[in-house]
């Protein structure tokens, strides 16, 4: 379900790390869970439930996701919007680079690969965030643990970015629909059904 932003308020460690980015779009996902498996499902994230790529993820990706990985990935060839010298370490510097001593010397958690990958950039208990750069913006994910209201937790997907210039604020108002009312609502519904079959194994394991 897409949240508003103002849903994005709590005090995370990415709003003192990145200031200057804008949040995008907040989601809440179905992910009930305990206190401490926030871990789990980054490690699920980040192997291909979230679409992006990766070995166990790649049978689960629903043909919408891979289409549309599929167009972004070969416009960013066409027009050289993922080269090097346009990412992280050329065109921007990392936010590794503004992160505060105890999550600099913590975990940094699992990257994710794939045609457009995202490097993580801390792990904590409550909080996991990754970023992106290319020609046309500096992105971040984050996946925040939440409390659920009823004595559990969930999970929440927020994309913070900041736009480059003239090219990066077209583009992101251009790709809004597309991210709204398709990436993101697939890309949620194959991380939520890996997460119940998760969960699935899990209690039969336990009993």
């Given amino acids: ?122 792990l904590t208990r409550d909080e996991w965030a990754a970023e992106n750069a290319n020609r046309t913006v500096h992105a971040v994910l984050h996946l925040g643990w939440v409390p659920d209201g009823r004595g559990g937790h969930r999970g929440e997907l927020t994309v913070l970015a900041k736009p480059n210039g003239p090219l990066g604020r077209c583009y992101m108002a251009a790709i809004k629909p597309f991210r709204c009312a398709l990436v993101y609502p697939a890309l949620l519904r194959t991380v939520e059904r890996e997460w119940r079959a998760r969960e699935q194994l899990r209690g039969e394991g336990r009993g």
């Fill in 1 to 122: 379900m897409r949240l508003p932003v103002s849903a994005h308020t709590r005090t995370w460690r990415i709003h003192e790390i990145a200031p200057d980015f804008r949040v995008e779009d907040v989601w809440s996902l179905d992910t009930p869970g305990g206190p401490d498996d926030l871990r789990l499902l980054v490690e699920q994230f980040a192997a291909g439930g979230s679409g992006h790529g990766g070995r166990r993820g790649r049978g689960s990706r629903t043909l919408v996701l891979r289409a549309l990985f599929a167009v972004r990935a070969g416009l960013g060839r066409l027009l050289r919007w993922d080269t090097p010298e346009a990412g992280l370490g050329a065109r921007v510097r990392s936010l590794r680079q503004r992160l505060p001593e105890d999550l600099r010397s913590g975990e940094r958690g699992p990257d994710i690969g794939g045609a457009i990958s995202f490097d993580s950039l801390y």
